[in-house]
T-cell receptor
Framework: SAVISQKPSRDICQRGTSLTIQCQVD?????MFWYRQQPGQSLTLIAT?????????ESGFVIDKFPISRPNLTFSTLTVSNMSPEDSSIYLC???????????FGPGTRLTVT | SQQGEEDPQALSIQEGENATMNCSYK?????LQWYRQNSGRGLVHLIL?????REKHSGRLRVTLDTSKKSSSLLITASRAADTASYFC?????????FGTGTSLTVIP
């Protein structure tokens, strides 16, 4: 298994500013993902964080809005840029490990944009 | 879409009763994983069942998988108030996870 921590756990931000969320895994994982979850909804995959290279973004998400870094196998950051109230959500990072690709999640970052 | 679909969307039971949630999906999978999410928190990995397995147990959890029907079920026995949460299935194909919209379980003390 893997234990994943996220910082900050929550934040309230002004429109037009940016927030960087950090994700730390206690062991090496093969893949790391970033998700967004609106209240009462399922998870929407934003991107796969690739170690040492550009992230792979899902349809509807772009690097300029959600730049992602993954400098090593246990750490990644997601920046939410030029925020608007529509970006208010829970942001979750996850890591995949094991031969059968078990996915483990961080506790989430609750973002409110005013 | 490969997205898992949970059924029912919401379930309310008395403490001590069993809770059953179902998940259906559309194409072939490598495995299927179940998660629990308490309100506003991250997802907790509950159990993984491989495509060549039919049943798996973990404590009070029992998961079944029927690949011919493309369906899975999660049974929680002797439910407790602390089991109140949303439960998600995620059919997995390669590196792709397809989360459904979840079942919201309420266990009434």
């Amino acid at each position: 298994s893997a234990v994943i921590s996220q910082k900050p756990s929550r934040d309230i931000c002004q429109r037009g500013t940016s927030l960087t969320i950090q994700c730390q895994v206690d062991s090496q994982v093969t893949m790391m993902f970033w998700y967004r979850q609106q209240p009462g909804q399922s998870l929407t995959l934003i991107a796969t964080a690739n170690q040492g290279s550009e992230a792979t973004y899902e349809s509807g998400f772009v690097i300029d809005k959600f730049p992602i870094s993954r400098p090593n196998l246990t750490f990644s950051t997601l920046t939410v840029s030029n925020m608007s109230p529509e970006d208010s959500s829970i942001y979750l990072c996850s890591g995949v490990t094991g031969g059968w690709n078990e996915q483990y999640f961080g506790p989430g970052t609750r973002l409110t944009v005013t | 879409s490969q997205q898992g679909e949970e059924d029912p969307q919401a379930l309310s039971i008395q403490e001590g009763e069993n809770a059953t949630m179902n998940c259906s999906y559309k194409t072939s999978i490598n495995n299927l994983q179940w998660y629990r999410q308490n309100s506003g928190r991250g997802l907790v990995h509950l159990i993984l069942i491989r495509s060549n397995e039919r049943e798996k147990h973990s404590g009070r959890l029992r998961v079944t998988l029927d690949t011919s029907k493309k369906s899975s079920s999660l049974l929680i026995t002797a439910s407790r108030a602390a089991d109140t949460a949303s439960y998600f299935c995620a059919p997995v194909t390669g590196n792709q996870f397809y989360f459904g919209t979840g079942t919201s379980l309420t266990v009434i003390p």
